[in-house]
DNA sequence: TTATCCTGTTACCGACTGTTACAAATCGTT
DNA sequence: AACGATTTGTAACAGTCGGTAACAGGATAA
């Protein structure tokens, strides 16, 4: 096996500030709080912000730090569903019931703020922009729901880890870092489980990559060297 | 191969008749046409209600009949996201974009009534309750997708199936039919597309289960025999 | 520092599932 | 009834990917 990526020192260098106000399906927090109480919470790395079973009240809107949401079913089977960063909602898929669905725990230490939901279907009635922002912003987690159904449905293990790393890397885009050298910041355990693979096939899918010349890959450092090829990998254009 | 299922007379003799009124996310249709005008549309099967691309200017609620989504990707994949029925709305997905994000096949002929979009936000700032509804809607189809989402990614082919064949039954249950004597309404290619499978495998496990003597299959016509032992296999409880 | 744990990596084997090909049954249309 | 098209079923074969195991490298704590 031939040398990893040395551990880098200048990274993500051009990190603009982050606009979410600039979507579309972006809430203003600030014209919100006229409205609603928003509470911040502190997040260390590995804490929960809630439960599944724990009796749900609150949406949350992740300001800072990763988070990953985890469905578990009765006999202890356990699915990672999907990452959550900055502007994230938290909570969504719980509207509707007494108690959270699913559970979520923090990748790395954040912050994470607390919208109390009967406040926020008053607050919806006072403003109608918030009203359609809320049904935008559940409506686009059905989409890249979908999208991921997508993508694990019909592309193999070597496809779906390359369709991965270009989503983070777009991840990273979106907030003002580089597209392409970023640091993965859930285990190896956590995208196997959302890719619906093994521990150990996204290693062996991750070294051959890294072989292929198309990344270069340390434990969680991520250089994408060659994304044209990543892309026509995974069927996407351009 | 044994003798598979023989066509069948009485089928579904207990229905009894469907009340969405019942459940709490769904929507009152009558007091809805106070403030939005719902239009009618009549469906064969294989027409689509809408195409991925059409503008997007109405939800659809399915009040008869039997409907595909479809996810397609750039490069001609395609999969299956999931089926609707009565009292499933259509088009939630698209909710904040110009155009619908994925397509709908009808896959019997049924009945869809078309609330157009603006109309709809204008009537929730009206009708305080329907704006919580819609949400709720939209909360539990991502939630559905997430319990799909640990389906597939934990269990095999053979439980896949197996969760498939139950949760169809619980549809037909919720309307009043048999939850152990239904007909498929999609083919096998549907069925496998939307449990990331092949055709041939879901073939090879519906024969499985029929020799098992869990369930009795004969194209479309199924009939659950054991269902604890479909129920254990994917680790429902009781 | 040392010890311990967790995460990540690699190798080997084989089962499950995809692939390919073809046959049979059903449906729709002429 | 006959024909073609579509859907479903079966089989043989091949390959990916999962299972298990062992080990290495970091991280964390004492």
Same mark, same amino acid.
């Given at each position: 096996m031939n040398m990893r990526l040395e551990p880098s020192s200048s990274f993500a260098a051009d990190a603009r500030s982050y606009h979410p106000e600039d979507a579309t399906w972006a809430i203003d927090v600030n014209e919100l709080r006229k409205h609603v109480t928003v509470l911040r919470h502190k997040l260390a790395a590995?804490?929960?912000?809630?439960?599944?079973g724990q009796s749900f009240h609150s949406l949350f809107l992740v300001h800072a730090g990763f988070v990953k949401l985890v469905e578990l079913a009765d006999d202890g089977r356990e699915q990672v569903i999907g990452f959550r960063g900055r502007g994230d909602f938290l909570g969504t898929e719980s509207i509707g019931l007494d108690a959270y669905a699913c559970g979520t725990v923090s990748l790395e230490s954040g912050e994470a703020w607390e919208l109390p939901f009967p406040a926020m279907l008053q607050a919806c009635h006072q403003m109608p922009e918030l009203n359609a922002r809320l049904a935008a912003a559940l409506a686009r987690e059905i989409r890249t729901d979908h999208a991921w159904m997508l993508t694990i449905g019909t592309l193999n293990a070597e496809q779906r880890v390359a369709a991965f790393l270009l989503a983070e890397g777009k991840r990273c885009a979106s907030m003002g870092f580089s597209a392409k050298h970023f640091?993965? /910041?859930? /285990?190896r355990a956590d995208m196997a489980s959302f890719l619906a693979l093994t521990n150990e096939t996204v290693c062996r899918v991750l070294t051959k990559l890294h072989d292929m010349r198309l990344i270069a890959v340390a434990r969680r450092e991520v250089k994408v060297l060659d994304e044209g090829a990543l892309r026509s990998m995974t069927g996407q254009m351009a």
């Amino acid at each position: 096996m031939n040398m990893r990526l040395e551990p880098s020192s200048s990274f993500a260098a051009d990190a603009r500030s982050y606009h979410p106000e600039d979507a579309t399906w972006a809430i203003d927090v600030n014209e919100l709080r006229k409205h609603v109480t928003v509470l911040r919470h502190k997040l260390a790395a590995g804490q929960s912000i809630y439960h599944a079973g724990q009796s749900f009240h609150s949406l949350f809107l992740v300001h800072a730090g990763f988070v990953k949401l985890v469905e578990l079913a009765d006999d202890g089977r356990e699915q990672v569903i999907g990452f959550r960063g900055r502007g994230d909602f938290l909570g969504t898929e719980s509207i509707g019931l007494d108690a959270y669905a699913c559970g979520t725990v923090s990748l790395e230490s954040g912050e994470a703020w607390e919208l109390p939901f009967p406040a926020m279907l008053q607050a919806c009635h006072q403003m109608p922009e918030l009203n359609a922002r809320l049904a935008a912003a559940l409506a686009r987690e059905i989409r890249t729901d979908h999208a991921w159904m997508l993508t694990i449905g019909t592309l193999n293990a070597e496809q779906r880890v390359a369709a991965f790393l270009l989503a983070e890397g777009k991840r990273c885009a979106s907030m003002g870092f580089s597209a392409k050298h970023f640091m993965l /910041r859930m /285990r190896r355990a956590d995208m196997a489980s959302f890719l619906a693979l093994t521990n150990e096939t996204v290693c062996r899918v991750l070294t051959k990559l890294h072989d292929m010349r198309l990344i270069a890959v340390a434990r969680r450092e991520v250089k994408v060297l060659d994304e044209g090829a990543l892309r026509s990998m995974t069927g996407q254009m351009a």
